[in-house]
C-alpha cells in the first residue's frame, strides 16, 4: 500500500487522498496549519512491514517537515505480522550465531525490532558451526 514517509515517519495518506500529486496539493493548502495523521508504529516492526494495531493520531506541523516522500509498505495484523515473523526465524535466524533453538530466541535484541520480514537483519552473525554443517 501507498503511505507516506514524512521525516523519517510513515503515515497513511489523509482521507480522500491517496497520490503525493494530491498530497501537495493539500499541503500547499493548509502550509501554516497542522494536520492530523495516522501514523505507523516502527518501534515493534522493521519497514516497510508495520503491524496495523500499532498506530496513532498525531498532530504535524507541516510548515516545520523538511520531506514528503511517497512510500510502499505492507501492512498486516498483529497474527500475520507474528505468522511471518515466524517463519522468517525459521528462514534467517537458524543459521545466526546469536540464536538459541530451544528457547526460539536470539541474544541481539527482540527479532522483531531487528529483522525485516523480508529477511534482512541488521544484527546477523552466520554462526561457523551451522556454516560448516551446510558444505559437509
Known sequence: ???LYI???YYYFPEGIGDLDSMLDYLNKN???????TRLDSDRTVPPFFIDEFKSQ??????ACSSVEEATVTV???DDYSTSLKNAIDEVCMACDSFNPEKRTCDCGEIQENMCLNGKCDT?????DFESNLFN
Open 31 to 37: 502550509y501554516n496549519s497542522f494536520i492530523k495523521l
Open 58 to 63: 498525531v498532530i504535524l506541523n507541516i510548515a
Open 7 to 9: 521525516d523519517s515517519d
Open 124 to 128: 546477523f552473525c552466520l554462526d561457523e
Open 1 to 3: 500500500m501507498k503511505v
Open 76 to 78: 498486516m495484523s498483529r
